[in-house]
């Protein structure tokens, strides 16, 4: 920087820094926009998939549940004890599945995590550059 920006008038340092806050804030607001949008298509797609692939197994899972009921009673169990060992079964798989994947859909991997870092990295610039004015003011 030259020497004539450390000349200027407290109300033009101000104004200054009031532009250069304002165009940090939508400049930042608007990578926070790209970022959330970004996220929230990732999700959407994802939720797609898991939708689909949970149409496509459930005539699956009740077509091997049945196997499995028949097997039981080809073995000896009578129909009413087979169907629920079967759907015992079942019931506890599905709660596992639902709780392992309650368990990795969390907010903080929506969050916008490069808007973030770059708020965190403007403030510790611009207190940087603070102390270094400051400094500059005293010495001369």
Do not use: C, W
Request: aromatic share 2%; proline share 2%.
């Amino acid at each position: 920087m030259t020497t004539a920006n450390y000349r200027r008038s407290i109300p033009d340092l101000f104004r200054d820094l009031l532009v250069q806050l304002v165009t940090l804030l939508r400049m930042e607001g608007e990578l926070a926009r790209t970022e959330m949008s970004e996220k929230l298509g990732q999700l959407a797609r994802s939720t797609a998939v898991l939708v689909a692939g949970a149409v496509i197994l459930i005539p699956a899972l009740v077509v091997l549940l049945e196997a499995a009921v028949a097997a039981l009673v080809k073995a000896g169990f009578e129909s009413y004890l087979a169907a629920l060992i079967a759907g015992g079964a079942a019931l506890i798989v599905g709660i596992i599945l639902l709780v392992a994947g309650a368990r990795s859909i969390r907010v903080r991997n929506l969050a916008p995590r490069r808007t973030i870092d770059n708020l965190q990295r403007d403030v510790n610039v611009a207190a940087d550059r603070m102390r270094t004015d400051h400094e500059i003011q005293r010495t001369s």
